[in-house]
């Protein structure tokens, strides 16, 4: 299904038996105009109101504005939980993939993808836990621009299994900003276990980069095969074209009325972590 903002309300949606994930690859909360404004990249989540929420390209370092510590700002403006996955240092401060949740973050772990010579980059799992006390496994990814460097992280995904690792016992959804210009390795491993959100949608409603005229589909959402996915859809809004360089990508699945108990999934996390 294909919709527009309009067609998604705003209330809590796992209350309902549903749950909103989105990607947004945020540029820094560098706007089109140049200017690093944290705060339109919150009144765009704000627009989404999504329970969970993975941001790439984050910055974190010391100071008082809110762009200086914009995971912090996004945050607690927001009123969510949240897990920085740092992938480099960024002007004396953290970098990297951003989880919010409105759920309950209990475990996460920041796996290292990055490949020599380029660009640091990394995958943030956190493990939320559900109103049914079952497990949902979010993977926040964020690859490389080079295609080679694309083939690189995907082997290594496979053979570390951070995906597919058998002692995961929650549902799970992946999702970021994967870099893929055109449909190579990443996709073809992801299809072998996935369903992908992406694939729901006509090929030109799928594309969110650059926001103001997007032609590439660079952010996708896939999912487990035994989860209901309900609605999905690229959010277009007068802030989201002018707030980062991407348009979110948002999705909504239906949660199972009575799901399996998964107690490996660690103990709680604090409010704001690093990892």
């Not at 090929?203 to 650059?210: A, E, G, L, V």
Request: proline share 5%.
């Amino acid at each position: 299904m294909i919709s527009d903002y309009s067609t998604f309300p705003t209330k809590n949606l796992q209350t309902a038996g549903r749950v909103r994930v989105a990607t947004y690859n945020t540029h820094k909360c560098r706007g089109i105009d140049g200017r690093i404004r944290p705060e339109r990249i919150v009144e765009v989540l704000r627009e989404i109101d999504a329970d969970i929420v993975a941001l790439q390209e984050v910055c974190c370092r010391e100071g008082e504005r809110p762009e200086d510590n914009q995971a912090r700002y996004i945050a607690e403006e927001l009123g969510l939980n949240a897990e920085l996955g740092e992938t480099r240092r960024y002007r004396g401060g953290a970098y990297g993939n951003l989880l919010l949740s409105r759920l309950p973050i209990h475990h996460a772990r920041n796996h290292d993808l990055s490949v020599r010579g380029r660009e640091r980059r990394g995958c943030l799992r956190t493990d939320i836990r559900l109103a049914d006390d079952s497990v949902l496994h979010l993977f926040n990814v964020h690859l490389g621009t080079a295609l080679f460097e694309r083939r690189i992280q995907t082997r290594e995904l496979s053979r570390r299994q951070i995906f597919t690792d058998p002692e995961l016992g929650g549902r799970r959804i992946i999702l970021g900003d994967f870099n893929e210009w055109i449909k190579d390795l990443p996709s073809e491993y992801l299809a072998e276990h996935f369903e992908s959100a992406n694939s729901r949608m006509q090929d030109p409603r799928t594309r969110t980069f650059p926001g103001l005229l997007p032609f590439l589909a660079l952010d996708f959402i896939y999912f487990d095969r035994s989860m209901q996915l309900e609605d999905v859809m690229v959010h277009r809004s007068p802030m989201a074209l002018r707030a980062s360089d991407h348009l979110p990508l948002v999705a909504e699945f239906a949660l199972p009325t009575h799901a399996p108990s998964d107690r490996r999934a660690g103990q709680a996390a604090s409010p704001f972590q690093y990892n």
